[in-house]
């Protein structure tokens, strides 16, 4: 919780449950300036919110307790006066409030539009069903490459996402870093955002997207500078040539079975554009777009089985002969 | 004139007249008289029959997801059971309970509480009716053959147009809206002609009931809202899947987001036609359990008139996240808090009237209660989420559904049940139990809070919404099951409410005629109301007419008792302009709506039936209007001899 005081956590424990969810997942934890903007507007209409719905039903409950101990009405011209003078001094309040509100709305809105930077680092993501293209766009061709389901930038540099949908609609949302951005066939929208702490956020589809909406995760990493740009530069290469004849069977199982036919291998003969790039497959973290860890067991399942993990997705099962999964499990570890 | 003469025996129907009056009106027994039945008490009952049992159904349905979310990784249902079950369980909340069940108690409550025979055009309620029937038929039939929708209530496209959503799922839910469209659309027409030219003389403008004016208000918004969705929906949505136009296709020039602006400039008025009668009930039966007047009427209804027109502002509050201009999305967060003024007004005006009063703790007030509370809640994070940059956090989350269901259940579903306990005698003859009452208020009251209120913080925990399953590192499971136990509280509470029904309609209290002491003139007559409504209609005086009425107060004579006559009157003040004839209770209206449904439903297969279709309409139609030669149907006060 970044904005920790006393008062606040006695009045409202539970909203800070929300703040320590087990995974990185919190609206009100943010590890950056855009996530922190609207965090202090969500403290602020919680905290008023709060307090209105107190005082509200303060009054109705006296209400009902001085009503019941009533002998007689309390009516006549007097006391029609009486109660309109109350009646005109909530209306007063609640529009007060509500202007208020207003205008930190948009004062919070204008920042977070402000925020945008030209030069900021580019990245274009692509919503497919069910995982997500990420290419990093850069003036120079030789700087372009393309990876899926994780997203790595650097800490303090300000980010600037494209979204594009490939079919259906989408939505991008990391709670940590910034609200969605929805990602709609025919339009291409953009969000900036920028982390200030190293750490690993987690993405979800925030649209509903058809049968697999559930398992559309992503992951995004902040890498100090440094680290940044020693995972780009590799993510440059090409994928490494098997470095032993394992991984060489590997490599040919991949290229002469199904496996070609969707993903990509930078290096080699498979190109395709329809799944994942599998380039650097063995430095990313999950597999099925946040659906398993990338182990060797759960990558050997969800080659064999999809469906059976995540029914419906697009990858068809392939029914590989226990020596042909090892060449290939082992391959596909080898891409680093 | 001469028709509102003081009481005086002479004038009032004698018994011979009586017995022709009863015979008049009575409607015709067996399934046949069930089948042509035009009465508005008959017709409306089997409507809020039909809808209970969908609310059920949707109820049943929430509980499935419940089940499944309870714990992380569960398998009860697979990803498209669950799709279709959380499409349907929206659909049925929305187009098949919500707006249906509002509307039809309506046509009940609205004749009588005006002091009217039937509601004009009794015909066309019977079609919208039978057409409401067939919609949700054909629904829960093609749900049951496993082609249930499964794009979710709001079938945004491309997920629901031709590439995407395939089979005839999506289809099925398209000619569902146009079914219940038809039916909202019949039933707003009248209504508002029912309130605007057939109250009884008396009740001008300033006196007509608070409900009447949210069913009024409410009906004007079916009439500009409900087109916008059917357009969308049964124009462009079916054409696009059936014969390949590209309205929604991007490739071909045509716009995802168009859907969203119609589907919503629908969607967010349907809200208020839910919540707008609810207000009625609340203003209506706070009076009568405060004993004593409302404080502010004049402000509520010009707090329902103004959420009319705001409610039509809000729609791409919705649409937050789809990167529409920062300007143009600061208007509707303006008018999203704007809205919140006139409900505020209303609020206080309740609470200053339970003040100024002596209230008395019956069930349907502990329902009233209730609703303020969960409306509050529900009101203040409604006014968070218009908040953009909040919204683009809360926006598809949990936090939408917490909030969403405190608006709907609380703010829809209380006030609904504090009406079903209010007027249960009226229609029954007979009171509800109130010890099983309480029971009932208190079960669905803890259970509500236990089911929605933790899902603000699963919302805020990142947990999104429509997803069939989470993992158990997102540590999202205890708040869950929380919610999945709330559910349960729920669903014991809505069996206590049945079981109270089936008791209290075997052995309830006899209610008499006015069990509550209520102001509004439906309780002037028996319970249930003769089919004729009134022998007698009355002569209103007032704002609150039982309470205000004199003794020996004029009636209406005059109105022949051999005839289905109803008085046509003044929009403004009432007076008496003519006496026009009700028609007969007809089997064409049922006819029409079979021929629409067999269009309709067809259309999802072949172009073709939106030929055949008419044709098959044409006959009935004729039959359905013509007219009766032997006696002129309208007589003119102004023709007739002083």
Known sequence: MRRPSALLAALLPALALAACGHRDLSAVDPAGPQAARIADLTWYLTIVGSAVFVVTVAFLLYALWRGHRRVENYSGEAAERHIHRWIYGAIGVTTLILLVTLIYNFTTGRALANFAEPDALTIRVTGHQWWWQVQYVDPVPSNRFETANEIHVPVGRRVRIEVQAADVIHSFWVPNLHGKVDLIPGYTNTTYFRADRAGVYHGRCAEFCGYQHARMDFLVIADPPAQFAAWYRNQLRSAPPPADSVQQVGQQVFLSTRCAMCHAVRGTDAGSHVGPDLTHLASRGTLAAGTLPNLRGSLGGWVLDPQSIKPGAYMPPNPLKPDELHALLSYLESLK | MSSTEARVPAGLLNPAERELMERTWRPRGGVWGWLIATDHKSIAKRYIITAFVFFLLGGIEAFLIRLQLARPENHLLDPDQYNQIFTMHGTTMMFLFGVPIQLAVALYLVPLMVGTRNVAFPRLNALGYWTYLIGGLFLYVSFFLNTGPDAGWFAYVPLSGPQFGAGKRVDVWAQMVTFTEIAALTAAVEIIVTVLKQRAPGMSLNRIPIYVWSVLVTSFLVLFAMPSVALASTAMLAMDRLVGTHFFNPAEGGDPLLWQHLFWFFGHPEVYIMFLPATGYVSGIIPVFARRKMVGHTALVLSLVATGFVSFGLWVHHMFTTGLPQLGQSFFTGASLMIAIPSGVQIFCWIATLWAGRPKFDTPLLFVIGFIVLFVCGGITGVMIASVP??????????????????????????????????????????????????????????????????????????????????????????????????????????????????????????????????????????????????????????????????????????????????????????????????????????????????????????????????????PLVMWFWPKRKEPHERSFAEEPA
């Open chain 2, 390 to 619: 909040f919204d683009q956090q809360a926006h598809d989350t949990y936090f939408i559904v917490a909030h969403l269901h405190y608006v709907q259940v609380g703010a829809f579903v209380f006030p609904l049940f504090a009406a079903f306990y209010y007027w249960f005698p009226k229609l029954t003859g007979r009171m509800l139990s109130e010890r099983m009452g309480k029971w009932n208020f208190w079960l669905f009251f803890v259970g509500v809070n236990v089911t929605f209120f933790p899902q603000h913080f699963l919302g805020l925990m990142g947990m999104t919404r429509r997803v069939y399953t989470y993992l158990p590192e997102t540590g999202w499971g205890p708040l869950n099951l929380l919610s999945t136990v709330g559910a349960g509280i729920i669903a014991a509470s809505v069996v206590l409410f049945l079981a109270n029904v089936v008791r209290s309609l075997a052995a309830g209290l006899p209610a008499g005629n006015d069990p509550w002491g209520g102001h509004t003139l439906e309780w002037d007559t028996a319970s249930p109301p003769p089919p004729y409504n009134f022998a007698h209609i009355p002569v209103v005086d007032g704002l609150y007419p039982l309470w205000e009425r004199a003794p020996g107060a004029p009636v209406v004579t005059g109105m022949a008792a051999g005839k289905r006559q109803v008085l046509v009157t003044s929009v403004m003040d009432a007076e008496p302009e003519s006496i026009y004839e009700h028609p007969a209770p007809s089997v064409w209206p049922l006819i029409v709506a079979l021929a629409i449904g067999v269009t309709f439903i067809f259309g999802i297969f072949t172009p073709w039936a939106f030929l055949i279709g008419p044709a098959l309409m044409f006959t």
